[in-house]
């Protein structure tokens, strides 16, 4: 299998992703499949030893047809890989025939790295605990997506709830909130895989941002899992300030992924 321990973003995603669905490896790919949830882009996918070109595009296709899936089940294609930190990504040859193209920062922090930050003192740190949370998770981060009221995206979000939980209650991790006035206002998960501990899906409530809830969120839950693993890893899109947030904590620049997703045509 392609070895990607030296990007600890995809390292991390392939062993969350073992957990909750399949990974193999076929020829030049990883191959990430999730039986229970077909719409599940990132779920789905073939991972690639690096960046593709335009010439290759038939192949991968056809590839991930192979692999992955065909429609109507697979009805979407996904590709992803290693970037390095000062690489210029060009993949206008895919973006050019419908493919979404996303780069995202792997920032990575030893816990005693993380520093003091701005908090707000109103936000109450603790794991999920009830339905109530779930639900109240599951209403904003669906608020977040394009399209809500989407049945793809619904189910999407079912899926996810399951599969967080199945890890959660095999002792991976856990769900945290932001609660201000025991309202939910922020929330991520922290799953420990291979001695590495790995943000997801870190979200504050649209109304609530620019009001330190999450750095309050992000330094209370390292505070609480201490001395559960000396890495931790947040991945973030390029293309929003998060990154930045996260690197006046501490964390570091450690590598990139980038991906293409090309989403069902209606």
Known sequence: MLNFSDNLGLATDLLLHAETGMVESQ????????????????????????????????????DFAQFVGIPPLIAHRTFAWPERADSVVNVDAFVEQGYDATVCRVLAAHPDDIRPVATNSLVDVRKFGTQKDWDDWSRMQLADMPNPSNITSQRYMAHQQTAYRTLIAR????????????????????????????????????????????????????????????????????????????????????????????EPRN
């Open 171 to 262: 002792g991976l991790g856990n769900w945290w909130g932001a609660f201000i006035n025991d309202e939910q206002v922020g929330s991520l998960g922290l799953f420990f895989l291979g001695g590495i501990g790995r943000f997801q899906s870190v979200l504050t409530a649209e109304q609530h941002r620019n009001r330190n809830v999450c750095k309050t969120l992000v330094s209370e839950v390292i505070k609480l899992a201490a001395g559960q693993s000396d890495r931790l890893v947040m991945v973030a899109d390029e293309s929003y300030h998060a990154g930045a947030l996260y690197e006046a904590m501490g964390f570091q620049l450690q590598g990139r992924v980038a991906s293409l997703c090309q």
């Open 27 to 62: 020829d030049d790919y990883v191959v990430v499949r999730t039986p229970d949830a077909p719409e599940y882009f990132f779920g789905n996918m073939l991972v690639l030893e690096q960046r593709p070109s335009g010439t290759d595009l038939k192949r991968l296709e056809a």
